[in-house]
């Protein structure tokens, strides 16, 4: 067991992967218990196990694997990163676990493999084990089988995907082990509970035993649908359903969606392989097919139906096939034949599906036609045929044809048809079948149920009951309304009787409801047909069950539209619900007068013909009253018109009676029920009336109520005829413009055209001009309905006529029709019936196509045209497409029957002459444009090949296609083109040009796109190639589309689908979703009433108005439009519609006011993205001479997601005065949509910079304005420019300086002044230095006086790199050919001379002698003394360091210091030297009002601007509030100190040497009195750059420089060092300064230690140990965040110069020591995130390897130090600390501490090592700090004593021994000075005897490894260590201490000649050290005292900080400071010796 003992000692982890079993097998028994306890799934302790849990379950040894499987389990089940091990555990579960014969592993593999899944990893586990599937083992098979078989009843099918498994199975039932077989049926059973009869067609092929067994088994199994029982875990919700029903007794329905969720419809045809099947055609067919004889027919159509009975087949081109199979059918003798090429048809339809639909067109009409045959064989054969390809396309594709058949004389033609009709409807909706559909099918199917044959009859009843179910009755009714009651009942009765496709039997309205057919219960389609027929319902009913909300101008609301409802078309009146068209017949006069007489007043009715006026004028009078108060149902209409038209009638002479009479008229026909005969009484007398100038207007308002009571399409035709049939212009233009006003009323449905286009013409044609002009109007207003094709009717009339019709339809463009305001609206409203507006819209768009009388053209498509096209040549073929082109121009609009002019069409666009194509695609465009809507059903055939022609090689052939699509998609909507894989199909061509132009055309069609057919999805694997394609301008153009795919899809459906990807490219495309996802625009908004229709072209129809064909969308589309809609802020989305702006409102809103919301959208982390992908090179970098096109277009896509489209529209308009709109615009924005423009402003600064390259003028100063605002605006929020938007926009702006207008000119300099304000002063110095580089010599000249002007305000801290870099640049310009340059040159130099004194001159370095000489005499002629202008220097503020996770929209800038009017003041050279104050804005005080005021509050503060340096030292007194006190920290005293302290401070990095010491003598003023030390608070950075820049220019300038007198640096290093370190006295303040400034800082001070110089200089050395000092305070005193970060980055920094001396690096080390032994008490205050995230930027920077090789071995020895340190006092939660470092994983810093925690864990959890000392040790720990402190109380009391010393003394050195970290300082502190030395050196003299000769004391010094690692460099020799290897350190160590103790108290003085270095500081106790302060030189006890407690400071092993006051260097005057402190050291030395 000796062996066990090693292993048990190991931590679990290290157990696991132990060679011995027995190890890891008790590893995997504790690990498992620590899986189970562990609570938190994110603990760091998972992931110690990654690597690992593949081992568990591969354990060779069976006994430790059963273990392994079950820590696995537990693991898998608890562990948040379990996900990352899927693919290795589940492969190593079914490679060595299922081969196993212990049935357990068998279940625990079993469970883990289920248990992934459960964690969302179903996807790879299923891959691995079907991978397994493969293997040789059965074992292993089965035992796959069987996992997949408890996972798919377990998860159920949704969860498992039962494609790839299917795949396989039938190799499974051919498998020669038996028990493959057997687990194969289990599982088959298993599939088939899920998805039923879908698994029959995959296993058609397996073995008939087989089958028949399965079937027995099917057959048993519940009919009750399966339910998943175990969830995923994002399925917790459906996981707590389904307990509660379990709960509550399974009852099988409880919450009905359950049920839909639960079992996902599986469609058969999606599980099989397609097959493909041309190239598998006899050789012969095409030949075989034409043959004489039928027996070859009849071969060749046999081979064909064996190949077609693949129930899936592969897409192709079947156009030959398709066409021989329909020549059969059409004209074949034989009806044998007949029926067998029918069935060829039906199983090609079946096989391909929708991939049929392009030639069902083809087909069907001669099945139809083929109808006559009686056969029943061959009647049931084409039904079979017709209702396969029924299923592949729409009933809108084939109505025309079905239609045309209807009037056919065949009785079982017509018979036969209405069947199909029947059939047909069953597999519709409510949505599919709309009013305008439904129109024509019942008008022809009325005419059959008055057939004389009863078949015909029954078939046409049944068709109208299904109809009548399918459609609900309020939309079929309305055509009803003439069919008798019987045949009304027999219509209802067949409605009852009908058996739609899902199986509903819902009767009427209710329908709406069956949207989720259930599969397989379509009656009338056998077989495959069967299933696909579910298929086509499950897309119809599911996925278009919302659309009916859309179809023309869709409702707003959620509801379902009514499908039909209201009448249509051609019915001049519209019955709605309750408006049913009053029928009267016509009465006499007799019974008209007695009708009258019963409600009106006798007298009323005698005096109607009265000769008086009066009298017929008091009797219309009574008339109107009587009608008033009449009530509607007995109100006798036409008896009282046809009273008032009596005589005179409307000869009435008088134009009041008249008047009444015409009001009159108007009430009846608004109150009454006015019928049609009724208004054919009033009529003729009120066009006559309405030209009258008195009663006009009563005429029109009487026709207006008649148009309400008889509808307007009725009325208005009536009164055109007889407006027109009369000569009176008069009447004809007023008739006229009443009609334009009705329109614009009621709407334009129902109005036919037609009938008044002959009037219209007559009216331009007439000679009054009054009456041309209301014709034009006209014109205009129904211009607005119907669109461009109303010209059409007018191209022949005189150019001058033709011109004025443009130019009214010119003002109408882009005008949106007015909703109705009259007409059935007001009816209606009742009803609430949303649909009835929407289809009423989409019936006028089909108006309109209805309107233009087609041609038909097919005729004169004859064979010999056909054959031209096809000729072999090119001349002869052009001649054939030049005919056709004059046959379709003469023809204009054409129907859409073409013959065979399609495909001939088609093969010529694969023509070799590029010529022809171009001729082709221009025909097929005149094409389009005269079909209209009817283009549609040439989609798939003709259509498809001209997008594939976008792959051309030449760029005009693809311009040309893309046109012709266009034009296409404008007559079709892109809902043909987007269904079926058509599309898919040629994305996935590899060629590159067809790819940009097809996702680029994609691009700008899918945003405008309410809703996509589910078919968009198949194009996303092609997209996702595409994003990866090898041609830039491909992977651009699918990165431009992405978003709007995922418009559609939706961002998890995308994702979903990277599934099948690569890994690589995956991780790719997901980071591309995800940007995607930011940019993703809202869905365009439904259209709302109000925008009945939008204009467009030859077709105002396109998507909308075309009717049910373009009903499309899908209900959870809607949803997520909205979802997406709240999303983008709020704001409704603008989206262009396919023929112009939609605006989505209700109210009547014209275009303008679709610009309401907010212009800028705030996307969320946009602008960070956009950052991203600038850095990551996504995108191109702001960066150009002058802007190409690609930035153009890339600024456009990237302003689409965030900013309004009309402002962009503006914004990139081509012409200048659309930009000027577009800036007043944003100007007028700017203020109320602030985090608008701030989360845009990269984009607008971009935009503004495109503008600075426009020429126009007017352009430019509107920019210019507009960026000072924005300036202000931005300083105002306290915003901060990026160096995103910095780099984008300066550069640009810096080019505009040189304008050559003035006023342009100060204007940037104006912008430049504010931009100062929003971005650092330094980094602006950089861009405006590069300007001075130009070759326009303006801009030279402006940018170099703006550098001086920037010097002038900041100082010389503003010039970067560094001055002397720029100086020697600027210099350059003296000798510029150009005078204005020269001047700025020499004017930029004199200011940095007046803020810089003498230094320049070294600085510019050699100058020609002229160009010095200019600059002299400059010098001289500005006679400015160094520092007069200084005063007006202010620090630059720094810019803020943006937090990483701060929102860059959020960004906002610290108090910004109020600066625009120092660098005014700077600009105008004013001589001035007030200073400006920068406090924040909230304290600001008015500066003027002090000024005047200062009489009252007089600040006693040193007037320091004047430099009077006498009475600096006079008492400062705090003035008394003037008016109230702020608050204590904010007195008077504050407004002015804080502009005094940025002076001086400003002062301290002086060049010259006298400036900088009075500065710091002020400063140290301040500092020591402790009431005004706070004053410095906030300028502690500040003040530390110019102390370390002026420390920088002692070492590199004044050091060098022979001239100057030694003792003066001297002075200023006193001056500094001593200002430091009563700086850092002041806890509060030390804390103030920040990481950076402590890096240089201590850069600064460690230098300086090192600069042998400094010994020149002085003797003894006391600068370097007052140096020494203070680096003590700086590590103590800082916040110690900032400055262990600085030791980290100094010694990153140092350790990568190569020319940095090695001594530099290990001082920087013992200062992190030093640091280190401070953590104890620290650690409580330190940021450790920050920390760790700088260690773990050291590591990466210095992996261990790389330390490995420095020459010295402290550098990695320091790191691990500071780790373990950490490690020690944090335990495992330092783990929790690494949350600032970006991907952990990859992190060796958290494998360094995993390690080092693993290793403390075991020395913790070890108990066998108590007996050595670091088992003592640690238990010493654990005892109290009392009984500590007891021990040592009285082994210093034996010490103390004469007689017990020696033993005291040895007690106590076996005390230090044992207890190595022991604090003996507290006992020796109060003890003398001699009594210390006493102990320390009895203590050394007793381990000089106990170690005798064993170890001689060296200087080397070992770490002490037992403490915390921290290695103790030495004084002399830092390289040699002993004891490298770790062991025990003795007491030597301690030896070694007290020698040096001794030597430094001066008891052992050994000669000191050369200067200790900082070691001798920081890790030994320090000789005494400069003790600079004035208050602490006053007693010798009190100097001993404090020197003394700097050795206990310093001391190795105190861990306590003692606070030492030490003050400044200077003393109480500026001039006898130095030879003062000397003195006084002097003294202190004396007295130590």
């Known amino acids: 067991m000796g062996d066990d003992s090693e292993w048990m000692k190991l931590p679990i982890d290290q157990k696991c992967e132990h060679k011995l079993w027995k190890a890891r097998l008790n590893g995997y028994e504790e690990a498992l218990k620590l899986f189970e306890k562990i609570d938190d799934e994110k603990s760091p302790e998972w992931s110690k196990y990654l690597g690992l849990v593949k081992k568990f379950v591969t354990d060779s040894n069976a006994v430790a694997q059963l273990k392994g499987l079950e820590a696995a389990l537990a693991y898998v089940e608890n562990a948040h990163v379990a996900g990352k091990t899927t693919g290795e555990v589940v492969s190593g579960v079914v490679n060595k676990v299922f081969n196993q014969p212990k049935a357990r592993a068998k279940e625990l593999g079993t469970d883990i493999c289920l248990m992934f899944i459960e964690i969302e990893k179903g996807e790879i586990v299923q891959e691995e084990i079907l991978k397994g599937l493969d293997n040789k083992n059965p074992k292993i098979i089965v035992a796959c089988i069987e996992t997949l078989r408890k996972a798919l009843s377990e998860f159920g099918s949704k969860i498992i995907s039962l494609k790839p498994i299917i795949k396989v199975l039938p190799k499974l039932f051919e498998s020669r082990e038996k028990a493959v077989r057997d687990e194969a049926k289990l599982f088959a059973v298993e599939i088939y509970r899920w998805i039923r009869d879908a698994l029959r067609p995959p296993l058609q092929n397996i073995n008939s035993v087989q089958l028949k067994e399965l079937e027995e088994e099917w057959v048993k199994l519940p009919l009750s649908a399966p339910k998943q029982s175990r969830f995923l875990r994002s399925q917790q919700e459906m996981k707590a359903k389904f307990e509660q029903q379990q709960a509550a007794g399974g009852d099988a329905d409880a919450g009905g969606d359950d049920g839909d969720e639960a079992v996902p419809q599986v469609d058969a045809y999606e599980l099989l392989e397609a097959v493909e099947i041309l190239s598998k055609l006899p050789k012969d067919f095409y030949d075989k097919i034409e043959a004489k004889k039928w027996q070859e027919r009849k071969e060749a159509l046999e081979a064909v139906e064996v190949l077609v009975k693949n129930p899936k087949l592969e897409a192709g081109d079947y156009a030959d096939l398709v066409k021989a199979l329909k020549k059969v059918v059409g004209k074949d003798t034989n009806v044998m034949l007949v029926a067998l090429a029918a069935k060829c048809l039906a199983g090609l339809a079946t096989g391909l599906r929708k ?144 058996e739609l496709a899902g199986g509903s039997r819902a009767s009427g309205g209710a329908d709406r409801k069956e949207s989720k057919p259930v599969a397989g219960k379509a009656p009338a389609l056998s077989g495959a047909a069967g299933d696909k027929d579910t298929k086509d319902n499950s897309k119809s009913g599911a996925q278009k069950k919302a659309p009916a909300a859309k179809s023309g101008g869709p409702p707003k609301k959620g509801k379902q539209a009514a499908a039909g409802g209201a009448g249509s078309t051609g019915t001049k009146g519209k019955k709605g619900s309750e408006v049913k068209e009053i029928f009267e017949p016509e009465l006499s006069i007799e019974v008209c007068e007695e009708k009258a007489s019963a409600v009106l007043p006798a007298a009323c009715l005698q005096q109607l013909d009265s000769g008086n006026w009066k009298e017929r004028l008091a009797c219309m009078e009574e008339f109107q009253k009587a009608v008033e108060l009449m009530d509607r149902a007995e109100m006798p209409c036409q008896a009282l018109v046809r009273m008032l038209a009596k005589k005179p009638g409307w000869k009435e002479t008088n134009f009041q009676v008249m008047q009444i009479k015409l009001h009159i008229v108007a009430l009846i026909a608004q109150k009454g029920t006015f019928s049609k005969t009724s208004a054919q009484i009033v009529l003729d007398g009120l066009v006559d009336k309405i030209g009258d100038v008195k009663c006009g207007n009563n005429a029109k308002e009487a026709l207006t109520a008649i148009a309400e009571a008889c509808q307007l399409p009725w009325t208005a035709e009536q009164v055109m005829s007889m ?422 409102s209700k109210s009547n809103l014209k275009e303008d006011d679709d610009r309401s919301g907010p212009v800028f959208i705030l996307v969320p982390n946009g602008k960070e993205q956009r950052m991203k992908d600038e850095k990551g090179l996504k995108v191109l970098k702001w960066n150009f001479t002058t802007p190409r096109d690609e930035y153009i277009e890339q600024l456009k896509t990237q302003m689409s997601s965030c900013v309004a489209r009309w402002l962009q529209d503006e914004m990139f308009h081509a012409d200048f005065q659309h930009h000027n709109k577009a800036i007043a615009v944003m100007v007028e924005h700017l203020d109320n949509e602030r985090d608008g423009v701030i989360s845009c402003l990269d984009l607008i600064l971009k935009w503004l910079t495109l503008r600075f390259f426009d020429t126009n003028t007017s352009v430019l100063m509107k920019v210019l304005e507009y960026l000072k605002l924005l300036f202000a605006m931005l300083n105002q929020e306290e915003y901060h420019l990026t160096e995103n938007e910095a780099t984008s926009f300066i550069p640009y702006l810096v080019l505009k300086v040189g304008e050559p207008k003035d006023v342009i000119r100060r204007d940037v300099r104006a912008i430049l002044n504010r931009m100062c304000l929003v971005y650092p ?304 006295q002041i806890e509060s303040l030390a804390r103030e300064a920040s990481a950076g400034v402590l890096k240089d800082l201590m850069h600064g001070l460690i230098t300086l230690m090192l600069d042998s110089r400094v010994d020149d200089l002085e003797e003894d050395q006391q600068i370097i140990k007052s140096v020494n000092l203070l680096v003590v305070k700086v590590l103590e005193k800082s916040d110690q965040t900032n400055i262990l970060s600085a030791l980290l980055v100094l010694l990153q920094d140092c350790l990568l110069t190569t020319a940095s001396s090695p001594k530099f690096s290990e001082l920087v080390m013992k200062c992190l020591w030093r640091m280190v032994r401070l953590l104890p008490e620290t650690i409580n205050t330190i940021n450790l995130d920050r920390i760790m995230l700088d260690i773990h930027i050291f590591m990466k920077v210095f992996p261990k390897e790389k330390l490995k090789q420095c020459k010295s071995e402290f550098p990695i020895r320091t790191l691990k130090t500071l780790i373990h340190t950490l490690c020690k006092l944090k335990g495992p939660k330092l783990l929790d600390h690494l949350t600032m470092i970006d991907n ?232 006898s400071n130095i030879d003062d402190l000397k003195k006084r050291l002097e003294r202190i030395k004396s007295s130590r010796k």
């Not at 045959?373 to 592949?392: G, H, N, R, S, W």
């Not at 503003?1358 to 310009?1373: D, N, R, S």
């Not at 640096?1609 to 500094?1616: E, N, P, Q, W």
Request: aromatic content about 4%; proline content about 5%; overall charge neutral.
């Open 1784 to 2015: 952990k994983n990859e992190s060796e810093l958290e494998a360094h501490l995993c390690k080092m925690m693993k290793h403390s864990l075991d020395q913790t959890g070890s108990k066998s090592d108590k007996g050595t000392e670091k088992g003592a040790s640690r238990t010493d720990e654990k005892t109290p700090k009392a009984k500590v402190n007891d021990i040592l109380a009285e082994i210093f009391k034996k010490i103390g004593s004469k007689e017990n010393t020696k033993e005291g003394l040895a007690e106590l050195y076996e005390y230090k021994k044992k207890y190595s970290d022991a604090d003996i300082e507290p006992f020796l502190k109060n003890s003398s000075q001699f009594f210390q030395s006493y102990v320390e050196r009895g203590l050394r003299l007793i381990e000089m005897e106990r170690e005798g000769k064993g170890r001689i004391p060296s200087t080397g010094v070992s770490p002490q490894m037992e403490v915390s690692c921290i290695p103790t460099p030495t004084n002399t020799v830092p390289s040699s260590i002993g004891n490298a290897n770790g062991e025990e350190v003795g007491p030597s160590v301690y030896l070694e201490r007290l020698k040096i103790l001794r030597q430094r108290c001066g008891l052992d003085n050994a000669k000191q000649e050369d200067r200790a270095p900082l070691t001798s500081q920081l890790s030994k106790p320090s000789v005494p050290t400069v003790a600079s302060s004035t208050d602490m030189l006053h007693s010798k006890l009190s100097q001993l005292r404090e020197s003394r407690e700097q050795y206990q400071h310093i001391d190795l092993d105190s861990n306590q900080t003692h606070s030492s006051g030490i003050g400044t260097t200077t003393s109480s005057s500026a001039a």
């Open 723 to 1144: 407006a027109f049939s009369q000569k009176n212009p008069k009447n004809q233009s007023e008739t006229l413009n009443w009609l334009s006003n009705a329109i614009k009323e009621f709407g334009f449905s129902g109005l036919n055209v037609k009938a008044f286009i002959s009037n219209v013409k007559t009216a331009l044609a007439a000679t009054n001009p009054a009456v041309r002009t209301s014709a034009i109007t006209l014109l205009g207003g129904m211009y607005l309905y119907v669109g461009p094709p109303l010209r059409m009717f007018f191209e022949d009339e005189k150019p001058a006529l033709l011109s004025q019709i443009d130019a009214e339809f010119e003002k109408m463009q882009g005008q949106t029709p007015p909703a109705p305001t009259r007409g059935n609206t007001r009816h209606v409203a009742g009803s609430g019936d949303d649909g009835e507006e929407g289809d009423e819209q989409e019936d006028a768009g089909n108006d309109v196509v209805d309107l233009l009388p087609r041609t038909d053209i097919s005729d004169k498509i004859t064979s010999e045209l056909v054959s031209k096209i096809g000729d072999k040549n090119w001349k002869i073929r052009k001649e054939g497409l030049d005919e056709v082109a004059s046959i379709i121009n003469e023809a204009k609009f054409i129907q859409p029957s073409i013959g065979e002019l399609a495909p001939a069409l088609k093969s010529r666009l694969n023509d070799s002459n590029k010529i022809l194509v171009q001729q082709t695609l221009t025909i097929l465009q005149q094409l389009a444009t005269a079909m209209g809507p009817n283009i549609k059903q040439h989609v798939k055939n003709l259509g498809i090949p001209i997008v594939t022609i976008l792959g051309d090689s030449k760029s005009n052939v693809r311009a040309a296609s893309l046109t012709t699509v266009n034009a296409w998609i404008e007559q079709t909507g892109m809902k043909e083109w987007l269904e079926g894989e058509d599309l898919s199909e040629e994305l996935k061509k590899e060629n590159p040009f067809l790819r940009q132009e097809l996702l680029g055309w994609l691009a700008e069609k899918l945003p405008t796109l309410r809703s996509v057919p589910s078919d968009l999805v198949l194009c996303v694997p092609h997209l996702y190639s595409c994003l990866e394609d090898r041609n830039g301008d491909v992977r651009k153009k699918a990165q431009d589309a992405l978003p709007f795919f995922m418009m559609h899809l939706g961002f998890e459906k995308m994702a979903k689908a990277t599934g099948k990807l690569k890994p690589t490219s995956k991780d790719q495309v997901l980071a591309m979703l995800e940007k995607a996802k930011a940019n993703m625009p809202a869905k365009p908004a439904p259209l709302s009433k109000a925008s009945s229709r939008a204009i467009g072209t030859a077709a105002a129809k396109s998507q909308v108005a075309s009717g049910s064909g373009e009903d499309y969308s899908s209900s959870t589309m809607e949803s997520k439009a909205d979802a997406k809609k709240a999303k983008a802020g709020g704001t409704a989305p603008k989206s262009k519609g396919i023929q112009g702006k939609k605006v989505p």
């Open 355 to 498: 991939k049929f639909g392009q030639y069902a067109g083809h087909v069907v009409p001669t099945i139809l036609e083929k109808f006559k045959e009686k056969k029943p064989q061959v009647v049931q054969a084409l039904q079979e045929a017709i209702d396969a390809i029924f299923l592949t396309t729409t009933l809108q594709n084939l109505s025309e044809d079905i239609l045309a058949v209807m009037d056919n004389k065949n009785p079982t033609i017509k018979q036969q048809t209405s069947l199909f009709i029947a059939r047909s409807f069953r597999h519709c909706n409510s949505t599919v079948l709309s009013k305008s559909l439904l129109k024509p099918f019942c008008a022809a199917l009325l005419k059959h149920i008055n057939d004389s044959a009863p078949e015909v009859r029954d078939a046409a009843f049944e068709a109208l009951g299904t109809a009548l179910k399918v459609a609900g009755e309020k939309a079929v009714n309305p055509f009803l309304t003439d069919v008798d009651k019987l045949k009304l009942d027999r219509i209802k009765e067949s409605a009852e009787k009908v």
């Open 1321 to 1624: 002063a330094s980094k602006m110095f950089t861009f405006i230095m590069e300007g001075t580089k130009s070759k326009n010599s303006k801009q030279r000249a402006e940018c170099l006086e703006e550098l001086g002007c920037l010097v002038e305000s900041y100082g010389m801290n503003v010039c970067q790199p560094t001055p002397g870099k720029v100086l020697k640049e600027i210099a350059i310009h003296i000798g510029d050919r150009d005078n204005t340059v020269r001047n700025a040159a020499l004017n930029t130099i004199v200011t940095v001379y007046n803020v810089h004194g003498d230094q320049v001159f070294k600085q510019i370095g050699n100058l020609s002698e002229k160009d010095m000489s200019m600059l002299e005499e400059r010098i001289k002629r500005s006679a400015k003394r160094p520092n007069a202008t200084s005063a007006k220097q202010v620090e630059e503020k720094p810019q803020r360091t943006q937090n990483a996770s701060a929102n860059a929209n959020m960004l906002r800038k610290g108090p910004a210091e109020d600066m625009s009017s120092k660098l005014n003041q700077a600009r105008n050279m004013s001589g001035h030297s007030e200073t400006t104050h920068a406090v924040p804005r909230e304290f600001q005080l008015d500066l003027d009002e002090i000024e005047n005021d200062n009489g009252t509050v007089r600040c006693e503060m040193p007037a320091l601007v004047q430099h009077k340096l006498d009475d600096i030292f006079e008492p400062v007194l705090i003035p008394e509030p003037k008016i109230r006190a702020v608050s204590p920290h904010f007195d008077d005293m504050h407004s002015n100190t804080a502009s005094t302290i940025n002076f001086v401070i400003s002062q301290v990095a002086s060049g010259d040497i006298n400036t900088s010491i009075q500065a710091l003598a002020q400063i140290d003023e301040v500092l020591r009195q402790e009431d005004k030390a706070e004053a410095m608070s906030g300028h502690i950075d500040q003040f530390l750059i110019a102390t370390f820049m002026q420390l920088r220019l002692i070492y590199n300038t004044h050091m060098a420089d022979e001239k100057l007198d030694k003792d003066e640096i001297v002075k200023l290093y006193s001056c500094i060092i001593g200002n430091m370190i009563s700086l850092f």
